[in-house]
């Protein structure tokens, strides 16, 4: 078995759900920058708030 990085793994990993017709979102900190709504990060959508809150459409 070829040893890999994470990196390589990672990279297989996104390439086997697109090859299904996924799209990939950019990858998002577990903290969110500038919102200390603990909230949200519990609820696991923190990266969508600006979505729920209005702020993007």
């Known amino acids: 078995m070829k040893k890999l990085k994470a990196s390589e793994i990672r990279q ?7 090859e ?9 900190p577990l903290v969110p920058i500038d919102d200390d709504t603990l909230l949200w990060i519990n609820s696991g959508v923190a990266t969508l708030k600006k979505y729920f809150d209005g702020r993007e459409t």
Do not use: I, R, T
Not at 20 to 28: D, F
């Open 20 to 28: 299904k017709g996924h799209m990939v979102e950019p990858s998002a």
């Open 12 to 18: 297989k990993y996104l390439d086997f759900f697109v």
